[in-house]
């Protein structure tokens, strides 16, 4: 709690008195006051700043891992994460580094808002029919909440996977590829019209079935790790049965990792699958000389059947280093800039427990 770490006495009066003015007014029946409307914006403003400084932070390592998923496996020009970052230098300079993620900042703001709005109603929609099943009186049930936040979580990703699927190919496209997207509108309307409508949607399937296994196991290796360190009082983290910030977010880094590290193999096969029908692909995805040849998959299965079968098992897995290692610098970014762009904003931070 992050606002108690700063601030404990005048965040705990603030928040005491937010909280009976609300209940007042709901008793009377008045509608809750415009500061609240002006806080969302605020929030989602705070949420899209820390996802844009925690996300350019990493872009090197983010770009790598694309890289590693989708190159040719006959025409092997990234091997591992050190060669890989020295070769991007090499061949592309600084700004190779960062090549797509102006689209990916583009996409944290609206998946964001998307997110919260779907989330709110999803978990109106999800109490409603519980209450109906239990009794009016019933509450949400952490394992309704998580169910909530995989809809929610769905419907953000769908909202936005165009601008997903478009970096992607943004990421991987070189000075020396024959074909040059301009940026994020150059590239949506040149695979619109060369691909059609359904091309921006590829790889969305394992994409969908990737937010399940990856939120559920975020949710639940987060909170076993919690209970099990105030618990046991391991190695002197908890104080007053509470753990600092440092700590959370340890875990929460901890639970990114093997949520991700879980979910991976999806990630790698839609990345492959956005590549598909690409005319005059990047030659990291065709490959060069005798290796050059399209990419053809029909579908999910046949993806990872075909990856399987020429690369192996640990195919599945390619760029998982440098995604692992971006976790701990991303998740503490985000964090960071959030609760200081909150408190510019001169907005109450309240991190539930």
Known sequence: MASEDVKPSESAVTTIVNLAEEAKLAREGVKAPSYAILSIAKSLTAGGVAGGVSRTAVAPLERLKILLQVQNPHNIKYNGTIQGLKYIWKTEGFRGLFKGNGTNC???????????????????????????????????????????????????????????????????????????????FHALSTVLRQEGPRALYKGWL?????????????????????????????????????????????????????????????????????????????????????????????GMVDAFRQTVRHEGIGALYKGLVPNSVKVVPSIALAFVTYEMVKDILGVEIRISD
């Open 106 to 184: 583009a996409r944290i703001v609206p998946n964001s808002a998307v997110k919260f709005f779907s989330y709110e109603q999803a978990s109106k929609g999800i109490l409603y029919l519980y209450q109906q099943q239990t009794g009016n009186d019933a509450q949400l049930t952490p394992l309704l909440r998580l169910g909530a936040g995989a809809c929610a979580g769905i419907i953000a990703m769908s909202a936005t996977y165009p601008m997903d699927m478009v970096r992607g190919r943004l990421t991987v496209q070189t000075e020396n590829s024959p074909y040059q997207y301009r940026g994020m």
């Open 206 to 298: 394992p994409s969908v079935i990737g937010v399940v296994p990856y939120v559920g196991l975020n949710f639940a290796v987060y909170e076993s790790l919690k209970d099990w360190l105030i618990k046991s009082k391991a190695f002197g983290l908890v104080h007053d049965n509470e753990l600092g910030v440092t700590t959370r977010l340890a875990c929460g880094a901890a639970a990114g990792t093997v949520g991700q590290t879980v979910a991976y193999p999806l990630d790698v096969i839609r990345r492959r699958m956005q590549m598909i029908g690409w005319k005059d692909a990047a030659s990291i995805v065709t490959g060069e000389g005798r290796s050059k040849a399209p990419i053809e998959y029909t």
